[in-house]
């Protein structure tokens, strides 16, 4: 071979992307969904209250609850297990799409309140004559739908960007993260600002002009809570298996890394922050209707670091580990608060202190471990 011939380098292979899921996975989801949209409705609406297999309305108003904290859970995933950024501050976003909602609902009570008339009770109680400014499009469902969205979204948007130039991170972007949801409880906690004050939003009645308190809309809200919790899992398999995913999980292991490499972190961390924050809002909304209450108490700090701890004991990094611990540490919780509420402080201390010394990778780590010593 001769000097000036040009040396033939082998292709250049880049690794080939996961399915969306697996034959098990794909098993799972359909059962997850057959269990949403076919069985828990049955079981609901069809079998006679006595039966030993009829799903109760308090049930069903339960996992609805924890649909909701699961898909806040998966946010948190995204932005704490697949990127590396700790935030302590989701319930603030949660509670904006829970008011966001609440707002609407308070105006389709109409003049069937305490004191009939078209203001909310609060605001008569208080001697408000007219709606505040920012009242102005409560009562379209289009315009809350968008609120829903856009004002978590918007707000994390504004806080991430200049966060994220000023290059936080770490124990202090965490800290600054409970900081701003703990000074948004103490802003909605006033009468003036024209949220309920401390009794928030209540007393809710229909929506879209449909009755609330009825076992079809109960279960109409459950199983839309339930798609959109599926929904989001696959919107999220779909983002960690692409670039865009990759690129999140080298900022997590290695930000000054993929900074030589010549991509700008900043944009990255913005995007999926902000996209975190719309999903609790999307949470908080779907909340709402079912409990039937939103209050400032939603952005309590210790709501916050609920759903951190919620992604770490389900296992960080897996998206499906934050719905079960999600749905295990809620299901203990409402449990415990019955049979011993003075000891469930205390057990959930204890739990995440647990995991974090033994559990690093969570309840989905512990079984890929004993799945793979079984084959061993």
């Known amino acids: 071979m001769s000097q000036n011939s040009p040396v033939l380098l082998p292709p250049l292979l880049l690794p080939r992307r996961e399915p969306l899921l697996s034959r098990t996975g794909w098993v799972a989801f359909l059962l997850a969904l057959v269990a949403v949209c076919v069985l828990a409705p049955l079981l609901n609406l069809a079998v006679p209250d006595g039966s030993a297999l009829h799903l109760s309305d308090y049930m069903v108003g339960l996992l609805g609850k924890i649909m909701c904290y699961a898909i806040c859970a998966l946010a948190m995933d995204l932005i704490w297990g697949y990127t590396g950024i700790l935030s302590l501050g989701h319930g603030l976003f949660f509670a904006l799409g829970g008011y966001a909602m609440g707002m609407y609902l308070m105006r389709q009570i109409g003049?069937?309140?305490?004191?009939?008339?078209?203001?909310?009770?609060?605001?008569?109680?208080?001697?408000?004559?007219?709606?505040?400014?920012?009242?102005?499009?409560?009562?379209?469902?289009?315009?809350?739908?968008?609120?829903?969205?856009?004002?978590?979204?918007?707000?994390?948007?504004?806080?991430?960007?200049?966060?994220?130039?000023?290059?936080?991170?770490?124990?202090?972007?965490?800290?600054?993260?409970?900081?701003m949801t703990f000074a948004a409880m103490l802003l909605f906690f006033r009468n003036e600002t024209g949220f309920g004050g401390n009794n928030g939003f209540t007393d809710f009645k229909r929506i879209l002009g449909l009755p609330l308190a009825t076992p079809a809309m109960r279960m109409g809200l459950f199983v839309i809570t339930g798609l959109l919790l599926l929904g989001f899992f696959l919107m999220g398999r779909w983002l960690v298996g692409s670039k865009f995913g990759r690129v999140l999980q080298a900022i997590r292991?290695?930000?000054?890394?993929?900074?030589?490499?010549?991509?700008?972190?900043?944009?990255?961390?913005?995007?999926?922050?902000t996209l975190s924050a719309m999903m609790c809002g999307v949470a908080g909304a779907l909340y709402v209707p079912q409990v039937g209450i939103i209050n400032p108490g939603e952005m309590s700090p210790a709501n916050s670091i609920e759903i951190a701890i919620w992604a770490a004991v389900g296992g960080r990094a897996t998206l499906v580990g934050p719905i079960l611990g999600a749905f295990l540490i809620n299901g203990a919780k409402s449990w415990l608060t019955v049979t011993a509420p003075e000891i469930w402080l205390y057990f959930l201390g204890a739990l995440f202190i647990a995991v974090t010394l033994f559990l690093p990778d969570g309840v989905v780590g512990l079984a890929r471990r004993l799945r793979k010593g079984r084959r061993l």
Request: no cysteine; aromatic share 22%.
């Open 253 to 273: 292991d290695a930000e000054s890394r993929v900074m030589f490499s010549g991509y700008n972190p900043i944009g990255f961390k913005l995007t999926i922050w």
């Open 111 to 179: 003049r069937d309140g305490n004191y009939h008339s078209d203001l909310p009770d609060f605001m008569v109680f208080l001697d408000w004559k007219s709606l505040p400014w920012h009242w102005t499009f409560s009562g379209s469902f289009a315009a809350t739908l968008l609120f829903i969205v856009a004002v978590p979204g918007l707000l994390a948007f504004v806080f991430g960007f200049f966060a994220f130039r000023s290059r936080i991170k770490g124990v202090y972007f965490s800290i600054i993260t409970q900081a």
